[in-house]
């Protein structure tokens, strides 16, 4: 049996000999009376090259190429390691992986997303340039090393139906799994899958010095026992485990591999297929967004780190939303990714190159640009001694692809990727990668090395929780500052409330009080001083701000009574501009808001409301706002209250959902105040004509922290004209 690949291949490089003239029409005459339903479109024919070498190849029954028939690819490697081809570049593509389409309709993983690559690559002269790379058909027994062997059985059963019965087998399979198939859908994936295996082989060999291969169907979301996610074999997983168990010894030897996963959806099957495996370091960064991104589940999480036999070796950069571009990639590869990689020193690099999170994708609805993608790929190529695989996965826009494709095909033939504008990254990359770095510190000392302190935890240390220590601080500040005294938590055993988290001034309960301030806040954020820069000798690398103490000096300075109420939670320093935090305003309480909420109502309840003092001013902050707001949704307390002020961090505006008196109430009684940069704000929601967010006013101030300094004058006016409108009401009754 000759080898389809070398034949396939040859019909690029020379006029197709009377054989392969015969096999070609064989294969239209095949395609023009293939059933509708099967989605041939013979016109593709006269567009595309198809090359397709024996009738046999089409049964999907029939065993694939024995391995006897690789003995060609060596005879091959020498023919054009004569021709000096060393040190180059390979690429592997196969038009047989264009009969895997879906019978009916049309679907964003189609067939043509591979022509379209290949076809530009070859305008630019690119293809000639390469080494062809022979495709082949993956063996059973390599697709097993890493699906369960019933995999291979279910799919070709499945192809073999008629295809009325396919059809109607579709329908579910795209349901539950989002996958078709049609009867050469497991031809391609063998030799999506054997393409692969094939150009990392040569690339570890020598042949080439590294390779792209325009394979499809995709497979990093194919798992051990399922194909799933468009994928039906996991490419790049039979390939990786493929290298390792070819190579274990000799002068090739590799042991171990870098799997980089830079399409937009998390490579569930890959990861889970090297779990337990140290030998493979699995990097993927992906939109997550709290598991809502396909394939929607935690697995794509900064915390999956590996099995107990492999911690570190899954490192998983979680994009919290949309719209990630260039230079937050960089700074994923740069703070992250490449250190570990040095650490790593793997032997070969593979990269699952979907091209989903390129602009203009509208799956992926992510930015980056091909000489985002170009320097990727020149960074990677620096490893392993320049052994790299880049083997497609998604990516539907064909425009977006193969222009990604192709800077990256220029990178591995060694050009210089093209010089980024200036810029740099959001705030959500740079949360994202340093939350990445604290989680995956305890596994690789290049990012341990990076943290102001090395991680610490001895067993049976005593661990303090820093908000607790903090309200001890706070406690005994508010006391020598403003004679304050703590007031009881509801019950004695009430975790998390320590007694320090509620406090009183003294004249709460006096007969002569008119004014009672009861304010709702956060912790202070949490600031990490430069450690390069010089401060001051015994300066602490974290410190706190406490800015709750100006509230504290207003109500001092004007005689009123004070109850200063803790929530413990830390105050969210950073601004993410996400409009994605605009879907958390729910009516719905987390459990550590509602407890928040139960010992607010406990304070109220037995402190606040019993004071004589005739007007109440509510003043919430941060994730008090939430509590704060909740406590006046009541007919009752509102009676009592004069005014509400909401001092916002980036915390979702929480919405009043209640009767529309009460709602009109909080309306016409509150000031919400928002950073400028806050999504209600930025969205232009606040315009609004609702009731239900109270009256919300922008700040100028784009650092929620400063706000209350900043807009001190606006805030201490509105609470005195809220009490002259009171103290007239009254009048008037
Ligand atoms: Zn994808």
Known sequence: MASFGARAMSLFGRAASPEEEHDTATFEAMAQSAPESLGFDSTMLSETPIVFPSMVTLNPMEPPMSVDSLALDANEAKLQEKKGLVGSTGIVYDTRMMLHRVPVGDHPERPERIAKIFDLLEQHGLVARMVRVPAREALRSEVELVHESHLWSDFERLVALPPEELAAYNEALDKSASLYLNSYSTLSARISCGSVIEISDWVITGKVRNGLAVVRPPGHHAEPQSGTGFCLFNNVAVAAQSMLERFKEGPHRVQRIMIVDWDVHHGNGTQKAFWNN?????VSLHRYENGTFYPCTHYGNYDQVGGPGALGTSLNIPWPCKGMGDADYMCAFQKCIMPVAYEYAPDLVIVSAGFDAALGDQLGECCVTPAGYAHMTHQLAALANGRMVVALEGGYNLTSISNSALAVAQTLLGEAPPMLAPQVCSSAAASTVETVIRVQAPYWDCLAATLPYMPCAPPKALEIDPRAAMAVQRSSTMWERYNMVNLPAKGP??????????????????????????YVH???????????????????????????CLVADWAAERGFAYVDFNTLAMFPARNWESSNQIAAVVPQDTPQEQSVFEQLQHTWANFVSLSPAKHIVLIGQGTGCKATMRLVSDAKTQRRVTAVVQVMGYNPVPHMYKPRALKQWYYDHSLVLCPNHHPFCVLGEHLGTSYRPGCVVQSGEANAEALLWTDKARILDFIAQQLDDAADARRVE
């Open 522 to 548: 956060d912790n202070g954020p949490l600031h990490y001083r430069d450690p390069y820069q010089q401060n001051a000798p015994g300066d602490p690398s974290t410190f706190v701000v406490e800015s709750t």
């Open 493 to 518: 055993h009430q975790a998390p409330f320590a007694p320090n988290q509620i406090l009183c001034s003294r004249s709460v309960m006096s007969a002569d009080v008119s004014v009672l301030v009861l």
């Open 278 to 282: 140290k030998d493979v370091l699995y």
